[in-house]
Structures are given as structure tokens and as C-alpha cells.
């Protein structure tokens, strides 16, 4: 059979245009997202910051142009100081329980256990840190600083670092709370149990992973918001080794005034949630790294913009994202050489998501390419330290690219319940 000759040029003609689509779609589509619609300059406010608009993008004022960057708002204060100035007083029944799946649970954990041993009268001891894997155990103070809790919660409730040794937690009675709990609850379904039991093991639930606020929850009670904004720190090994990353993501940020991204990312995730479906009311819950690279590069975010990703190793899926962003990082890359046997290299992944936790709650910028607790938590943490900027990741059209369009609901509408507890 012989060959048209036209066909086989017809074909080569195919292959050379996928290959040439493949490489704009990889460079050149992304660098063509860039282009402004014409428009006049403007001064705009959020959060009590100015920043500026041109030609469709964000910036900063001062001239900056390397992204739609905004400053701090430190106007908020914590309310609850004046609130808890009487001396805490414990019976002799003692409150336990454990922290388990990760930080953003911990900070819900650690609240519902201080507002039941709060409102029973009873002393706190100090939880254990369980994993997801049997025998994954870590103490207290292998990642929190136990002294910083103690004394920042000493007017509300005694907290202890050990059960006496003649109390067993075998006689003790597990009560499971939602997450939120209310007085109210506590005294009518804790009470009774604590005055049979004498001592109780707390096991909190999530009914929900949201934290907005509503007028349904009233004011939020001064102890959970001093549990869940002024108790919980790293230790001081697991700081430093959190600030030293944050250093050097800083120091990669040069161009930008040292301002970094952090994007909470991680392959496992994404893909059990599967991140092309959608959500309810048509709403994408999860983007990856391709559709986040799309979104950064459309708000105006330069190519050298430092970012970090909470993904626990690189993964070739990444690539598009390096490819657009070179200075992306996961924590291998930036953490000190001689800290990663210990943090990164342990079976358990507690270090790392403490320190995931904390990087992204700093960041000048945070991007939840997930939604969920991490989410709602970090936002909330953010809140407290005056950081607003987290933009939530959604398709951008040809003509819209402004930073403020994407601002999370929670902020935006001022409706996480941590604004019940800043004034």
C-alpha cells in the first residue's frame, strides 16, 4: 500500500501544533494572563489599609507593583482581658482528654476542654498528642509550650501537667461534646456525670468544620476565646525551627519587600476530594496546583513571588507551578539541614503540620486551595494577629482580576466567630 504524501505531511503538521499548544499552554498562556485591561489609577480601602488599583491589579501605594499586597490591620484587640479577672477555682474532680488529627483540631480541642473544666469547677490536665496510626503518641510539650498555657489560662482554670497517680483514667467517664460547646450544654448534659464520675475524659466532635459566627450563638463566652486565641504556642524548639523557615522565605522575597505566600496544598488530599467535581451550589472546595498557579498569576502576582506550600514533599504534579513560580518551596527545601531527621524524617506528621500551621498563619498572603478546618482555624489565627489577606482561590474571567473580588467570606463579611472575640 503506498503512502499519500499529503497525509504524511498533514500529520507531522498536527504533531508540530500539539507540540507548540503544549508549550504555550505550559509558558506563554500564563504570561498572556498578565495583560491589563486600560483603566485609571484609584485608592481603594480594606481592612483599614490602603492599596492601590491600576489597570485592573492590586498594589500597595507606595509604587509597588510586584502584586496586589496589603498591609497588617492592627486595630483589632482581644475583649476578653477585662473580662476574667477573677481567680480560678478548681474541685477536686479533674477534666482530661487528648489532642488528635492535627492543629486545626488541637485549637478546637483545647477550647472545649478549658470551657467544660471551666464551668465544672475542675482542675485540667494537660492532653497527649495521638496521630492517626495506633501507638502515635507524642507528649504535650513535644510540640506546645505547656508553660505559656498554664499561665495564660491561670485565672480561668488550674491546669496540671499530670494526672495524680491515684486517679485512673479506667474509672473515668468519656463524655464526647460538640465543638462550640455552651454553657448551657455543659450544665445540663456535663454536670450530672462530673457529680457521679467525680473525673471525666473529654472527647470533642464536629457537627460542623465552620466557624462563622451567628446570631443564633449570641456573644462568644470570654473563655473560649481566650482558650482559643491566647493559650496555644510551639515550644521553643519547634518555633525557632517555624521562624527559621519564615526567614528564609522571607529572604527569597527580596523584589517583594520580603512577602511570601503560603498556599495550603497537599496532593493526598486533593485528590481523595477530587477536585474537579463541584461543591454545593456549583462551587469548586478544593483547586490544584495548575488552577492555583492560574489564579495567582491573574491577580497580578509577579513570577519571582515567593511561595510555600503546606504539600509535605515535592510532587510532579507541583512542576506547573514551579514552572510559573519558581520560587516555590515545600518544607524540605527551606528547613535548616540539621532539623529535618527529626522534623521531617519522624513517622508521625505532627511537627510538620504544627509547622504548616504556623507558617501559614503568618504569611503576608494565605490561599486555601482546600477547604475545611485548616482553613476556617488558620483564618481565625490570622484574624487575631491582623493578617486578613486570605484570598480564596475561584476562576477569573478575562476582565476581572482584582485581589479585593477574592477576599475570604469570613473577612469580607466580618463573620468568623474570632471577631466576637477582637473589638
Known amino acids: 500500500m503506498g503512502f499519500d504524501l499529503r497525509q504524511v505531511v498533514a500529520g507531522i503538521l498536527t504533531i508540530t501544533m500539539f507540540v507548540m499548544l503544549g508549550q504555550m499552554l505550559h509558558r506563554d498562556y500564563f504570561d498572556s ?150 454553657e448551657d450544654y455543659i450544665k445540663e448534659h456535663i454536670v450530672p456525670i462530673f457529680k457521679s464520675k467525680g473525673n471525666i475524659r473529654v472527647a470533642s466532635y464536629f457537627p460542623s468544620v465552620n466557624l462563622r459566627k451567628s446570631s443564633q450563638d449570641g456573644e462568644t463566652d470570654p473563655v473560649a476565646c481566650l482558650a482559643m486565641f491566647g493559650s496555644l504556642e510551639l515550644q521553643p524548639e519547634v518555633n525557632a525551627v517555624a521562624e527559621s523557615m519564615v526567614e528564609r522565605l522571607r529572604t527569597h522575597s527580596r523584589k517583594s519587600g520580603g512577602r511570601f505566600i503560603a498556599v495550603d496544598l497537599r496532593i493526598d488530599v486533593l485528590e481523595k476530594k477530587n477536585c474537579h467535581t463541584t461543591g454545593v451550589g456549583g462551587s469548586k472546595t478544593c483547586y490544584n496546583a495548575q488552577e492555583i498557579a492560574l489564579f495567582l498569576r491573574k491577580l497580578g502576582f509577579a513570577s519571582d513571588t515567593t511561595i510555600y506550600l503546606t504539600q509535605p514533599r515535592w510532587d510532579s504534579s507541583l512542576n506547573i507551578l514551579k514552572d510559573i513560580f519558581p520560587k516555590t518551596f515545600t518544607k524540605e527545601a527551606i528547613m535548616p539541614a540539621s532539623k529535618r531527621s527529626k522534623y521531617l524524617e519522624s513517622e508521625s506528621s505532627e511537627y510538620e503540620n504544627a509547622i504548616d500551621f504556623d507558617i501559614s498563619s503568618r504569611s503576608d498572603v494565605f490561599i486555601p486551595a482546600i477547604s475545611g478546618l485548616f482553613y476556617a482555624n488558620t483564618v481565625g489565627k490570622r484574624i487575631a494577629l491582623g493578617k486578613p489577606q486570605v484570598l480564596v482561590p475561584a476562576e477569573i474571567s478575562e476582565t476581572s482580576g482584582l485581589a479585593t473580588d477574592f477576599i475570604s467570606p469570613y473577612i469580607s463579611k466580618k463573620n468568623h466567630l474570632a471577631y466576637s472575640c477582637f473589638c
Open 33 to 182: 494572563l498578565q495583560e491589563k485591561a486600560q483603566g485609571d489609577a484609584q485608592d481603594i480601602e480594606f481592612e483599614g489599609s490602603k492599596v492601590a488599583v491600576k489597570d485592573g491589579l492590586v498594589g500597595t501605594v507606595d509604587g509597588n507593583r510586584n502584586g496586589p499586597w496589603m498591609e497588617d490591620n492592627t486595630d483589632l484587640n482581644p475583649c476578653w482581658p477585662t473580662l476574667l479577672s477573677d481567680e480560678a477555682v478548681s474541685s477536686k474532680g479533674y477534666v482530661t482528654f487528648s489532642l488528635t488529627n492535627g492543629p486545626e483540631y488541637h485549637i478546637s480541642q483545647i477550647t472545649d476542654a478549658v470551657m467544660v473544666a471551666k464551668h465544672l469547677g475542675a482542675t485540667l490536665v494537660l492532653p497527649d498528642i495521638r496521630g492517626s496510626k495506633p501507638g502515635d503518641e507524642r507528649s504535650f510539650e513535644d510540640i506546645y509550650d505547656a508553660d505559656k498555657l498554664i499561665k495564660s489560662l491561670e485565672n480561668v482554670v488550674k491546669v496540671v501537667k499530670q494526672l495524680p497517680e491515684e486517679v485512673s483514667l479506667r474509672n473515668m467517664a468519656i463524655v464526647k461534646v460538640p465543638t462550640r460547646v455552651t
